[in-house]
């Protein structure tokens, strides 16, 4: 299957709005153009860093110059009886979106585990086809991970305006075939009835090639900014990488669009020699029904959160902000305010907590 983007695959691919070849990342014929040849169908299964020769599945031995490892990450399985039951599904892939899109009729049930951007996204998609829609969330609120809990109860309150029933702090205990249905049981002896049911508990990196390679990996295949892995013929990129953000201060792996193409930029200016790319500001995104939620800057601490906007009416910011500059932002409809949050860390501005409260305050 040729290269596709993968946002389309809980939103628009999944609801029917949208063909596989609309999610091409680039048109079939641009490959040959561009003397890019593709080896469709095959894995990667050793890299030989002695002798420079990638091998394949089928036994054959690609030589490189330089080797760029942009594996990604694979759906985190889930542990319990039951969870590799038919009905059960993962969204990782094209093939998986369609599959699933084929069992979301009107009426029909779908418990959907985990309330992260991918469980969230299917459920609201699932729920304007007319589906029946359950989230189960081991946290607080949903997103947990990513956006603080006051953000994660709005768009709890948001699915149930929607009729999504998002039940937290549970966990999964079972999954149970009962005739011609499933049936999810939770630790807290409760049942949850369903026709299918779509697990999105998070991923893990696909640095097994890295691993058997011998290159250093720790949730993820350990390299600089610019995807450069010990071995300097080789670099890593996008999801499998964990590197030291040059902004952060700290190594992070990052699961996002925007972040796979900037970092496959950065690489590319290092392997041809030119200004490596600057360092960006860590950004993603997740549309809900009509909200569009953007997510800018990855902090790990803060000092204080400060809203700007009216947050019922779902067209807020929420800041983070620590020892005087901003570390992070969750904007919802507010897509001036997330630019505004980028530069305001990039360049380490200092602003106070009123000023952010401001919706005048917009600084060049």
């Not at 059960?88 to 951007?117: C, D, N």
């Not at 630790?187 to 697990?199: E, F, I, K, P, W």
Request: glycine fraction near 8%; charge should be neutral.
């Amino acid at each position: 299957m040729l290269p596709y983007e993968r946002p389309p695959l809980s939103k628009s691919l999944l609801a029917g709005a949208n063909t596989l070849e609309q999610a091409l990342v680039l048109a079939p014929d641009w490959y040959d153009r561009h003397a890019v040849r593709l080896h469709l169908g095959r894995h990667a299964v050793y890299v030989d860093r002695s002798r420079t020769e990638l091998v394949l599945d089928d036994g054959r031995s690609l030589h490189y110059d330089t080797l760029v490892l942009a594996t990604g990450a694979k759906a985190r399985r889930l542990r319990v009886p039951g969870a590799d039951l038919s009905g059960v599904h993962y969204l990782r892939t094209a093939t998986q979106s369609l599959e699933l899109r084929q069992r979301l009729r009107p009426g029909k049930r779908l418990v959907v585990i985990g309330g992260g951007f991918i469980g969230l996204e299917v459920a609201a998609t699932a729920s304007t086809m007319g589906v029946q829609v359950c989230v189960v969330e081991a946290a607080a609120a949903p997103m947990a991970r990513v956006v603080p809990p006051e953000v994660g109860r709005l768009f709890a309150e948001l699915h149930r305006r929607h009729g999504v029933a998002v039940h937290t702090h549970a966990q999964v205990d079972a999954i149970r075939c009962e005739g011609t249905h499933l049936a999810v049981r939770l630790q807290d002896g409760r049942g949850l009835d369903a026709d299918s049911v779509v697990v999105g508990i998070g991923v893990v990196a696909n640095d097994a090639l890295a691993v058997a390679s011998g290159l250093p990996v720790d949730d993820g295949i350990l390299a600089d900014a610019s995807g450069r892995t010990e071995d300097p013929r080789i670099y890593a990129i996008g999801d499998c990488a964990r590197f030291l953000h040059p902004l952060l201060g700290r190594a992070v792996r990052l699961e996002a669009w925007q972040h796979a193409n900037q970092h496959a930029e950065a690489a590319a200016c290092s392997i041809l020699g030119a200004d490596e790319a600057g360092a960006h500001v860590p950004w993603a995104w997740s549309d809900q029904y009509d909200a569009n939620l953007q997510v800018t800057g990855a902090p790990d601490q803060w000092d204080a959160l400060v809203w700007r906007g009216v947050p019922s009416a779902m067209a807020a910011t929420l800041f983070q902000w620590f020892e005087g500059h901003v570390v992070g932002a969750v904007s919802i409809n507010r897509a001036k305010d997330a630019r505004l949050a980028a530069r305001l860390i990039a360049r380490r501005t200092s602003v106070t907590p009123e000023q952010l409260a401001d919706p005048a305050f917009y600084p060049c």
